[in-house]
């Protein structure tokens, strides 16, 4: 599968931007896709993730509340909607898909397919 991760941009603490994973060679019927980040000079965090069926999510700590992942299965796309945006969530976001998400909990883990990132970044 190869995933194109796209809706990265510049906007103002508190707003909003929603971040497009789009799968194409296969159906992401059968991937957990998940969201990561990293920021200049850390490590790569695990943001959210979702189940191939869309049954279940997870999200980070520091998104929850914040950001919701969402599947729509009919255009193999999975979105990443990030409201209340904070400098701090500054990054690189990248999606991944794998069968399960626990790479997306456990950063020893990781996913087999990866996109390209987008850029997203928070002005104070």
């Known amino acids: 599968v190869q995933l194109q991760a796209s809706g990265g941009g510049l906007v103002q603490a508190g707003g909003s931007l929603r971040l497009s994973c789009a799968a194409s060679?296969?159906?992401?019927?059968?991937?957990?896709i998940g969201w990561f980040r990293q920021a200049t000079g850390k490590e790569r965090e695990g943001v959210s993730c979702?189940?191939?069926?869309?049954?279940?999510?997870y999200y980070a700590d520091s998104v929850k509340g914040r950001f919701n992942i969402s599947k729509d299965n009919a255009k193999n796309t999975v979105y990443l909607q990030m409201n209340s945006l904070k400098p701090e969530d500054t990054a690189v976001y990248y999606c991944?898909?794998?069968?399960?998400?626990?790479?997306?909990?456990?950063?020893?883990?990781?996913?087999?397919?990866w996109g390209k990132g987008t850029l997203v970044t928070v002005s104070s």
């Open positions: 991944a898909a794998d069968r399960v998400c626990i790479a997306t909990i456990l950063p020893e883990y990781d996913m087999d397919y």
């Open positions: 060679g296969d159906t992401l019927d059968y991937y957990a």
């Open positions: 979702i189940t191939s069926s869309g049954g279940s999510t």
